[in-house]
């Protein structure tokens, strides 16, 4: 997995700035209840997207977690006493706190599926009943980066999804939470070209490839020798599920 703290600086840049982040927020927004008043942004990174948030509607108040220091002083500065440190799986909130709760770009990088069930549970807990949970799903799925690129990828390791949508409608189900809606946004920003894969290949992005293996320098010849180096792809389109609590 990236290192986040690392990645902190140079995060939003290479994810699309804010036009990735408004489209992800408009998208989050249309699925939760006009009446939403405490809102939890479960890692909420730099709070790119936790600001379009807090800024959609009067009279909503916005918290933002991330577990990495670097992270979270960057929300800090755009939403200034809103942002705690803290644990996805663990969150530091009593039950029924909120009246909806958002986990964008987090269940993919979880550790394993008890790692998904737990923050699953988590953001269940901390939901008033009648409350909406709103996560992105399959993000894998989303990354199309264009079919010369995926043709060379395409034989590379692949690890295990950790957030197809049956599954995280399983977990969401076991905590009282039942499917209330679903969203697409597209990715503003993050169509690659060749050359800025290879970048991201050697920075780790690839978690079965990472920087320095062999394997990892292989695909990244491959990627080089693409025509078009500079020309992005086609940008991803991201899937969101709203699950209301019972």
């Known amino acids: ?17 804010e036009p990735r982040a408004e489209a992800a927020a408009r998208a989050v927004l249309g699925l939760l209840p006009e009446g939403t008043r405490r809102l ?23 918290t933002g977690l991330d577990l990495t220091h670097a992270m ?25 706190e909120f009246d909806a709760v958002t986990s964008v770009w987090l269940l993919h990088l979880l550790g394993g599926p008890e790692d998904v069930r737990a923050a699953v549970g988590e953001c ?25 690129i995926e043709a060379r990828l395409a034989p590379r390791p692949r690890a295990p ?40 290949l050697r ?9 320095g293996d062999p394997l990892a320098d292989d695909y990244a010849v491959r990627l080089a020798a693409l025509p078009d180096q500079d020309r992005p792809r086609p940008e991803p389109e991201f899937s969101l599920r709203a699950f209301r609590k019972d």
């Open 124 to 148: 269940a807990r901390v939901l008033r009943p009648g409350g909406v949970y709103v996560t992105t799903v399959v993000n894998s799925a989303a990354h199309k980066v264009g079919l010369y």
């Open 72 to 96: 979270a002083s960057r929300a800090a500065a755009r939403l200034p006493g809103s942002v705690v440190i803290g644990d996805g799986r663990r969150l530091p909130f009593r039950d029924g």
């Open 203 to 211: 920075r780790g992005w690839f978690v079965t490839l990472p920087p």
């Open 161 to 200: 999804a950790m957030d197809p949508a049956p599954v995280v409608e399983k977990y969401a189900g076991e905590h009282g939470l039942r499917t209330a809606g679903h969203a697409r946004f597209p990715g503003r920003g993050q169509g690659r070209s060749p050359r800025r894969t290879v970048a991201d």
């Open 1 to 17: 997995m990236l290192d986040y703290d690392k990645e902190a600086g140079d995060y939003d840049a290479l994810r699309g700035g």
């Open 40 to 62: 939890l942004d479960v890692a909420c990174g730099t709070g790119i997207v936790t600001r379009h948030l807090a800024t959609a509607r009067d009279g909503m108040r916005v």
